[in-house]
């Protein structure tokens, strides 16, 4: 199958996909739209994730610090009075401003050096939060009033606008240039450099954007739950989720982080319907043997299929 | 204080370049001067500082003192980046190709970001050394020798003024080295200057006009070949006292 072909079915899933989202709302109640809205979160989160570590190669154990900042910038907008929109767009701003001094300090270290740091400033952000009390309310946290938030349609809709825009930034700096220096990157930093590639310039960009995205994130949850304290704000689970989501559906990829979204959040309902004890363990099981058995994730399934075809071009990959 | 300037027909002059590493002198007050359009060779024994010296003019290792003049510019303490935007490239000693990568990708992100026809490059290149079907494959599947080749064409998609090359030929076999060195020699009558390391005499002897011989992190000797082969301290550096001595 050609890439032409290829991405054109691409399109046609996609265009499937966002028309059966569209009409959601109208057909399902609401605990299955708030489902759905949590499932857009993580893929929106992932693939956050995906762009600065499944990019460059680079562990992020902290993103959820963006999303706690991007939660209570959103959370005080909106008590202030302004309206939510402008709430999502502080979030995103405030997680872009702190990146910019952070992705310049934190990305001179690398492996595990890069990770425990962002895993500090997850912590930072949380003892922060706790003790900023004339601000933050500390471990009260912020209690938004239903009139300061917008319906659930428009949280929905948002939050799907941030995963569909997510996807897509991802989508277009796996294609552009950009994106084939993050991948040099990731393979041999030395050698990018070397080959004229600008890393530091570089790195710090995918960081950015990479927060911008759970800042809004952040800043849209805190209007779903109405609710912010440090503990929710900067939960260190969130990290792992994102990580978990990315390893399972496919780092470095498009739908990776779709795939591993849906699969991960439709199996946790399922498993936490019937096991209610012991739900995560197994899907703990589950990403065990993903990993162990399938490191390229979920859509290295497809690639192979794809790549087993007789018609399919040499290096042709999903 | 004197300033020191490169002579017009010299595309590269360090001086006194010196690199420490703990105690140990890697390098001592380097001199070196390589003339525009030559193939100038670069000999020593195994931890001489052959490699060293690259490091340090290409911008990988900044923790040099001394001088270096590349095209008219100072460029000790650039970003290789910048040095290989400057028109300076090199290769490394053993293969770094992108591994994940495509041969086609692994060429085009070393093209300038400006250069819309990078692919098309890319491609000619390919096929100028019979390997234009390999344009999809993983960097991780060629074998070594087409990994030093591709690394080799690598820099050539920026179409340099100088390259370094460190042992371009170390475990290629001997078709894809004649590729490569046929490849030089062509690229050289061009007006590409070269700055090769190499061991293998033969080659040093035919493809280059001047040789500098680095010992110990110094440069003791300098010339055509015909000039180092019997000068008493490369001999020495090579063979050791013992040579030197028995020859007496």
Redesign the interface.
């Known amino acids: 199958m050609s890439n032409d072909r290829q991405r054109l079915n691409g399109r046609w899933v996609g265009a499937v996909l966002v028309t059966f989202v569209l009409l959601a709302p109208l057909v399902i109640n609401d605990y299955h739209q708030s489902f759905l809205l949590q499932v857009f979160m993580v893929i929106a989160l992932a693939q956050a994730w995906n762009l600065i570590s499944g990019m460059t190669g680079y562990v992020s154990f902290g993103h959820a610090a963006f999303f706690g900042v991007g939660a209570y910038a959103g959370a005080l907008i909106l008590t202030w009075g302004f309206p939510w929109w402008l709430a999502v767009m502080k979030g995103a701003g405030i997680a872009a401003l702190l990146a910019v001094p952070l992705g310049f300090l934190t990305l001179r270290l690398r492996g595990p050096y890069f990770a425990i740091a962002m895993l500090g400033l997850n912590e930072v952000g949380r003892v922060i939060a706790t003790l900023w009390v004339n601000v933050t309310h500390g471990g009260s946290g912020l209690t938004l009033s239903p009139e300061l938030l917008p319906s659930l349609d428009v949280i929905y809709f948002t939050m799907f606008g941030l995963a569909l825009g997510a996807t897509l930034l991802v989508a277009w700096v796996h294609r552009s240039r950009f994106g084939l220096e993050l991948r040099a990157i990731r393979e041999d930093e030395e050698a990018a450099e070397m080959v004229g590639v600008n890393t530091t310039l570089n790195k710090v960009i995918a960081f950015v954007l990479s927060a911008v995205i759970p800042g809004a994130v952040g800043a849209v949850y805190v209007m779903y739950t109405s609710y912010v304290n440090p503990a929710s704000a900067f939960d260190h689970a969130r990290n792992i989720e994102m990580i978990v989501v990315v390893l399972f559906g496919g780092s470095g990829t498009v739908w990776g982080p779709i795939l591993g979204a849906a699969t991960v959040m439709i199996l946790r309902e399922l498993l936490w319907a019937q096991f209610p004890a012991a739900h995560l363990a197994a899907l703990g099981v589950l990403l065990l043997v993903v990993v162990l058995y399938l490191p390229g994730g979920l859509i290295s399934i497809l690639r192979d299929r794809q790549q087993k075809r007789p018609d399919a071009a040499p290096g042709e990959s999903p | 204080m004197n300033e020191l300037v490169c002579a017009p027909d010299h595309i590269l002059c360090a001086w006194g370049l010196t690199r420490e590493f703990g105690g140990v002198q890697a390098l001592r007050g380097v001199d070196l001067h390589v003339a525009r359009g030559t193939i100038t060779g670069l000999i020593g024994p195994n931890g001489s500082g052959k490699t060293t010296l690259f490091q340090v003019i290409?911008g990988?290792d900044r923790g040099a003192s001394g001088t270096i003049s590349f095209d008219k510019e100072s460029i000790l303490g650039w970003?290789?980046?910048e040095i290989?935007?400057r028109g300076l490239?090199?290769t490394?000693q053993l293969s770094?190709v992108?591994?994940?990568?495509?041969v086609l990708?692994n060429l085009?992100?070393?093209g300038?970001?400006r250069d819309r026809s990078a692919a098309e490059r890319a491609l000619g290149l390919l096929e100028r050394v019979h390997l234009r079907e390999y344009a999809?494959?993983?960097g991780k599947n060629l074998s070594y020798g087409q990994q030093k080749l591709v690394e080799f064409l690598?820099?050539l998609?920026?179409d340099p003024a100088l390259i370094l090359l460190d042992e371009p030929a170390a475990g290629v076999n001997p078709t894809l080295r004649q590729t490569l060195w046929d490849m030089v020699r062509h690229l050289n009558g061009l007006g590409t200057t070269f700055l090769v390391i190499e061991h293998n005499m033969e080659v040093i002897a035919d493809l280059c006009s001047d040789v500098y011989v680095l010992s110990d992190g110094e440069i003791i000797a300098q010339g055509d070949f015909a000039s180092i082969r019997n000068n008493e301290r490369v001999l020495e550096a090579y063979f050791g006292k013992s040579r030197k001595h028995g020859a007496a």
């Open positions: 290409s990988m970003r290789p980046s290989y935007r490239a090199r490394f770094r992108f591994p994940e990568l495509t990708e085009v992100v070393a300038h970001r999809a494959v993983l690598r820099v998609m920026s």
